[in-house]
């Protein structure tokens, strides 16, 4: 077993699956149609089987990354192929893995043209998608990161809604734009890592100056995936005129990458910009939460509603990220996993009924639950795990994001807090337009309640929402040491910034010393509110070691 | 190892397998009734064996490293030339096999059609081995004056013969400003040989030189910016590209760009390569403005090759961003870039010649190519791949080509010209994209009037070089390798 390249497998099981559909075997069109939907979801659904094997197996003590692959791929330019995943990435991966037979099932029907070319684009989006969250090297990582553009291109442009053409432009040319920027950044880390291996550049130290400006061509690709307001315009486009399945896998999966980014490279590599611009990021992810969950209010369109929703609740993982507080972040991965189930069931449950009646106005429906008295269950279940109802994932997430949050900033704490009161109003209030009320629209009179294979769709998300949401300490386990990893890293980064005398390697002596994590553990539970507003910098908060300490106190007297 | 005395004749053995293919291709179109469409398909399969049979004997010619001198200094060949031959051959190798169904459907089928090819071919292959001022004007105005006549081949087409009388004239032009250049730098330096000039350069940078030189070496550069249709001497590549024949567009956007970009690298690295400082700001301006300008003059054209000419005007800028770095990097990516670019753009127009209308007319405008992907799914499939490379999304091949050019340009810290790169990749994008949503968003015109692209000429031939072509764009990301190496020892052969 672990001589096989377990990972590359799993990566790229679903392009093979895409070549297997390309020969486009069987008699006539039906029967082409449907080999190439078995053929997509039995991949899709081994391509899980071999995540699970990889949770199976993973190792969440053990630092550092695991199922490493490693070949030469261009050695002349030491860019390797070097995949690996640790515990931030193993729970987007299982995420992607999960999503993706679900997207083929409930494409199932409501894709009649061009099937194979349809199951083709998704696999190769699995392959993408898969691929940027386990690749090691940034060449790599780009490949996959941008390649994701073309399957989603197509897959919104040629099976997307009325105004299609236009979504797709502004999907594609959007986040290209954002993500161009961010290969000059690797570029020049390449230079000065002297290869494009991600691990070398993790613990390779940037000069502060330069990296204000590789932290601002990274910000601009993720922050336009993720997406952090301003830049999320392209979101609502995009998701309202994809295709169900394409909205599931926009709002699952590839919000999520933006998301991973800012853990993967922007904290470890870039601490310095990254202490400098929180209060930046913390600004416009409050404007996010609370200004996309008042568009939403005001949303007659449903998809529309649940992608503004989606900004909203990214929002609450770029302020988790950014508290590098070992709650916030991991709360911030929680919610990325619990909002990649949530929001891809609530495009499941649109696309139900938009099956049914073609239409996505809200005005359109009302009354449905006399009709479908399952799927108004299901329904509720995932706007209230949505609101952030305790028991499921998404009170996980949220909670723990904003217990994070607390030790950081207090206002920006409540702020979000008020943007989860809005979240629920809005959600219940789509609740009650839609299934609520009298049923008087005629063509609803005939409606029919879930059938078997929308059934199957929705059973595993339940589960996996109501799983995390009450005993989430497998997910919680699984990433604990390599958030603790990022943290540390990010804390020894500045505390020898602060320190300046201090050596990287010496604090990470005092750092391990049982009496510094006592006073780290002191200085956390405590937080002194007193010394929080004069400190030069959030260090003081962290898990900080005596001598950083006084070292800094010692500074601060020399000034004065 | 160098025979300064007696010209070694073995060196040039490609080149005079084409010399006689082409004589004999002539003679036998003097002698014999010709005119028909069979006698122009054996011209052409002459043409391309003779080049293939070239291309045999370079590639079991040359040793790897291995660099020789002959005719008393004039004529030159080290990994660089070579990968540069190679370039041009396969180039006009496989031009020539895409070009023969539709030249017979457009009726050109004058015997000259091949044999002007390898004519051009020469001229190119002496363009980039000449080791001199002098030599290197011959292969110029060799390739030049033969892509006129290509140019004007099809003399009952008024937009054909206007396209070839402006690119006369510009050329023209460009050979005056190339005359004046080089007699000038003769005039500042005493020699018109490369390497003589190079090392007097290296001897006077000490003491000073005379602008005479520099300014010689602006002139050139000028006229060198027009064979590859840079900004600002890029006026001639739209009204061309649109008027000429769809096969000589196709002749004259591959080969002859490569060919003029491995000129003007060479003559900046080779010779001038101490003027470096001097020159350097002139490439990043002309690197910025023809990517500035690719990118948005593109965006607003309707008529295809329009369209390509100013994308062929953008991606130049690209390249000439591998040689504004000016260093190893730079040259390998210059290198890079051109294989990609020729293969890219090989199957572009092999995916337009194949489609045409219902009289046989070929496609025109963008909106000609509405919904083939139902009619024809694995040409429009290998469209839409040649179109996202060409916009250098990832993992096609084109991708690979700009990161190697944008690596160059943080090598050396230009990091000005590499944000207007990629800035101007992604406006650039929009109009590659377009033509993917003709293909697959919108529908087949209702209206039986449009009638464009919807029938499929193919041949053997044809088939075999779009398979070869989407094969390597689509699988380059694979094996880069062999690529890299060669540009690696291109790059190693330059004195840089």
Known sequence: ????????????????????????????????????????????????????????????????????????????????????????????????????????????????????????????????????????????????????LIPMFLIIGIWGGPNRVYAAFKFFLYTLLGSVLSLLAILYIYFEVGGSDIPLALTTPFDPKVQTWLWVAFFASFAVKIPMW?????????????????????????????????????????????????????????????????????????????????????????????????????????????????????????????????????????????????????????????????????????????????????????????????????????????????????????????????????????????????????????????????????NLALESDAGGAIDPKKSLEIALHPASLKISYFWIATPPLGARKDAPSRVFARSVSAEAIQTSFVKEIRHD | MISFYMPDLKHIIPEGILILSALGILMEGVFRKTGSSASFRRFSHYGIIALFLALVVLVFQHKTGEKWVTFEGQILQDDFIYFAKILILIGSMAVLAISLPSMMKEHIVSFEYSPLILFATIGMLLMVEANDFMT?????????????????????????????????????????????????????????????????????????????????????????????????????????????????????????????????????????????????????????????????????????KRLLAYSAIGQMGYVLMGLAAANDEGIQAVFVYLTIYLIMIIGTFGCLLCLRGKGFEGVQNIEDLSGISTLHPKMSFTLAVFMFSLAGIPPLAGFFAKLYVFKAAISAGLFGLAIVGVLSSVVAAYYYLKIVKVMYFDDVPSSPAVTYGQVLVLSPEMTVVLNICVVIILLFFIFPNPVLEMAQRAALALPI
């Open chain 2, 136 to 304: 290197l004007f011959v292969g110029l105005e060799m390739q030049g004056l033969s892509l006129y006549i290509l140019a004007a081949l099809s003399r009952d087409q008024i937009t054909a013969s206007e396209a070839a009388l402006k690119y006369f004239i510009l050329g023209a032009l460009a050979t005056c400003l190339y005359l004046y250049g080089s007699s000038l730098i003769y005039g500042f330096s005493g020699t018109t040989n490369f390497q003589v000039i190079s090392s007097m350069i290296r001897i006077e940078s000490t003491g000073g030189l005379s602008i005479g030189l520099f300014i010689g070496l602006i002139f050139i550069m000028a006229s060198l910016s027009f064979k590859v249709s840079a900004v600002p001497f890029h006026m001639w590549t739209p009204d061309v590209y649109q008027g000429c024949p769809t096969p000589i567009t196709a002749f004259i956007a591959a080969a002859p760009k490569v060919a003029a970009m491995v000129v003007f690298l060479r003559i900046m690295v080779s010779p001038f390569l101490l003027l470096y400082a001097d020159w350097q700001s002139l490439i990043i301006f002309i690197s910025f403005a023809s990517m500035a300008l690719g990118a948005f003059a593109a965006l607003r054209q309707t008529d295809l």
């Open chain 1, 1 to 148: 077993m672990a001589t096989l390249p377990l990972l590359s497998m799993t990566l790229f099981l679903p392009l093979l699956g895409a070549l297997a559909i390309s020969l486009n075997w069987g008699n006539g069109d039906v029967a082409k149609a449907n080999n190439a939907r078995w053929v997509a979801l039995w991949t899709t659904l081994v391509t899980l089987g071999l995540a699970v094997i990889l949770w199976v197996n993973f190792n969440p003590v053990s630092p550092g990354f695991q199922f490493e692959d490693k070949f030469e791929w261009m050695p002349l330019l030491n860019i390797g192929y070097h995949v690996g995943v640790d515990g931030i990435s193993l729970p987007l991966v299982l995420l992607s893995a999960t999503l993706m037979p679900i997207c083929i099932l409930t494409s199932w029907a409501s894709i009649q043209v061009r099937v194979a070319e349809y199951m083709i684009a998704f696999l190769v989006l699995e392959t993408m998608l898969l691929g940027m969250f386990a690749a090691l090297d940034f060449v790599l990582f780009y490949v996959f990161f941008e390649g994701v």
């Open chain 1, 230 to 490: 301003p830049l999320h315009t392209w979101l609502p486009d995009a998701h309202v005129e994809a295709p169900t399945a394409g909205s599931v896998i926009l709002a699952g999966v590839l919000l999520k990458m933006g998301g991973y980014g800012f853990i993967r490279f922007s904290l470890p590599m870039f601490p310095e910009a990254s202490s400098y611009f929180t209060p930046m990021i913390f600004t416009l992810s409050i404007i996010a939460i609370i200004y996309a969950s008042l568009v939403a209010l005001a949303q007659t369109d449903m998809k529309k509603l649940i992608a503004y929703s989606s900004v909203a609740h990214m929002g609450f993982v770029t302020l988790g990220i950014f508290t590098v507080d070992a709650q916030g972040v991991q709360g911030a991965v929680t919610q990325m996993v619990s909002h990649g189930l949530i929001s891809a069931a609530l495009f499941l449950c649109v696309g139900v009924v938009y099956d049914r009646i073609h239409s996505r106005e809200i005005a359109d429906y009302g009354g449905l639950v006399h009709r479908m008295p399952r799927y108004a269950a299901v329904f509720l279940f995932f706007i209230l795990a949505s609101v952030g109802l305790p028991g499921t994932s998404g009170f996980v997430g949220e909670f723990l994001v904003l217990l994070g949050a607390y030790q950081v900033s207090t206002w920006a704490t409540t702020l979000a807090t008020s943007g989860m009161v809005l979240g629920a109003a809005y959600a219940l209030w789509l609740y009650r337009r839609v299934i609520f009320g009298v049923l008087v629209k005629p063509n609803l009179k005939s409606i029919s309640d879930l059938h078997w294979r929308e059934k199957i769709i929705f059973a595993p998300l339940v589960a996996g929402v109501l799983i995390f949401g009450i005993y989430p300490m497998p997910l919680l386990t699984m990433m604990e040491t390599s958030v603790a990893n990022v943290i540390d890293q990010y």
